[in-house]
């Protein structure tokens, strides 16, 4: 069984002037498929056929760099999109209380997912994670995630530059300015809190 290119939950200029449409439209239409794409190649008539994609994820890693790297890349693509919002969501009572509680305040989160992005050598993802009911940010590198580890993803930042070189070149802080403060889709990373275990791609 193939799995497909989740649609994008917005149009394609939902998220300007943060993220504009052409870079959308290459991130989620030529990066993203590229991923899925080559994942699906990879699994065709193996036992991973009818798999999840988090089972796919975890019986790659450290086995099989290849199907690793472009299946991590599909669901962390995907998680991403869901992350992101036309506009910035509320987060609900129980997710305000436990940010607050983690780094004090809603504005100290934003300033150290900024500067932990900012930060971040070359490529990866920087991510809210939920563990033991305590709040921390994390990063992961080059194509590795968060979904088959022991944390809880509430949500993603991509910080590989064809996320944000088309609209602000090598200015990753301006990108992270853009998106922090006004994209994140704070009502998701709720939903993942509330769950209490990792997001599953859509079948």
Do not use: C
């Amino acid at each position: 069984m193939a799995f497909n290119l989740i649609d994008l939950p917005y149009a394609d200029s939902a998220l300007e002037p943060a993220i504009s449409a052409n870079t959308l439209s290459f991130h989620h239409g030529k990066h993203h498929k590229a991923y899925v794409d080559k994942m699906n190649a990879a699994i065709a008539g193996t036992d991973h056929d009818n798999a999840s994609l988090e089972t796919v994820v975890a019986a790659a890693r450290g086995s099989n760099a290849g199907l690793f790297n472009n299946a991590a890349q599909t669901w962390n693509h995907a998680f991403y999109w869901h992350s992101m919002a036309a506009s910035e969501t509320a987060p609900s009572a129980d997710l305000a209380a436990k940010i607050d509680a983690a780094f004090g305040s809603m504005d100290e989160l934003k300033a150290q997912l900024k500067a932990r992005g900012a930060g971040h050598f070359a490529s990866g993802w920087v991510w809210l994670a939920e563990k033991d009911g305590a709040l921390s940010i994390e990063e992961t590198h080059d194509g590795d995630t968060l979904a088959d580890s022991g944390f809880n993803p509430l949500l993603t930042i991509d910080v590989w530059e064809h996320a944000y070189y088309l609209d602000h070149q090598n200015a990753r802080p301006a990108y992270l300015d853009a998106v922090v403060d006004g994209k994140i889709n704070w009502a998701f990373a709720s939903e993942n809190l509330a769950r209490g275990s990792a997001w599953t791609y859509p079948a």
